[in-house]
T-cell receptor, first 114, second 115 residues
Framework: DTEVTQTPKHLVMGMTNKKSLKCEQH?????MYWYKQKAKKPPELMFV???????INESVPSRFSPECPNSSLLNLHLHALQPEDSALYLC?????????????FGSGTRLTVV | AQSVTQPDIHITVSEGASLELRCNYS??????LFWYVQSPGQGLQLLLK??????LVQGIKGFEAEFKRSQSSFNLRKPSVHWSDAAEYFC?????????????FGKGTKLSVIP
């Protein structure tokens, strides 16, 4: 398995809802990432998990809450989002030796906040 | 901190023509460099990467890139473009920071292909 799987592919939520995005990989990668990508912009780093520990939080608002329950799974819990949070949310993973394969990205979750 | 510049926001080429997408980086040491492609509404697919060694790197889908340290460039090339190559292309540089490896992306170049 050489993929990063993200679910759901599309999500529409109200500003008072609570929802979660899921990311899964079975490549044995121990570093996993959440990126946010607005239309016509490059991906922006949100969070980095290394060996199931949060190592980087790029000053992301607390309405986004990441979780890494095990080495294969990464969640992003969403609560009280704003319309400007609508974006494509990308998950990525990489091996310890990044030179082996680089980063592998999932196909993303398209989030719309109404 | 590293940075990546993609000077061309949008490029249009005819199918069958050659292609070169430009990428310049700013980084103190030898960088890890990547090119990714993104079709509309999709994730990013790795085309090729450079870490060390041979400065001409071959990738998937007939793409190649050449690392030129003297010019701080890592330009992406393809000898003959296909209509299916129309997409957004991102150059990225990687470095270790804050305890974990990070990618920094350029702003991207949108490629349009005329049949």
């Amino acid at each position: 398995d050489t993929e990063v799987t993200q679910t759901p592919k599309h999500l529409v939520m109200g500003m008072t809802n609570k929802k979660s995005l899921k990311c899964e990989q079975h490549m044995g990668h121990r570093a996993m990432y959440w990126y946010k990508q607005k239309a016509k912009k490059p991906p922006e780093l949100m969070f980095v998990y290394s060996y199931e520990k949060l190592s980087i939080n790029e000053s992301v608002p607390s309405r986004f809450s990441p979780e890494c329950p095990n080495s294969s799974l990464l969640n992003l819990h969403l609560h009280a989002l704003q319309p400007e949070d609508s974006a494509l949310y990308l998950c990525a993973s990489r091996p310890d030796r990044v030179s082996l394969y680089g980063y592998t990205f999932g196909s993303g979750t398209r989030l719309t906040v109404v | 901190a590293q940075s990546v510049t993609q000077p061309d926001i949008h490029i249009t080429v005819s199918e069958g023509a050659s292609l070169e997408l430009r990428c310049n980086y700013s980084y103190g040491a030898t960088p890890y460099l990547f090119w990714y492609v993104q079709s509309p509404g999709q994730g990013l697919q790795l085309l090729l990467k450079y870490f060390s060694g041979d400065t001409l790197v071959q990738g998937i889908k007939g793409f190649e890139a050449e690392f030129k340290r003297s010019q701080s460039s890592f330009n992406l090339r393809k000898p003959s473009v296909h209509w299916s190559d129309a997409a957004e292309y991102f150059c990225a540089v990687g470095e270790m920071g804050a305890g974990s490896y990070q990618l920094t992306f350029g702003k991207g170049t949108k490629l349009s292909v005329i049949p």
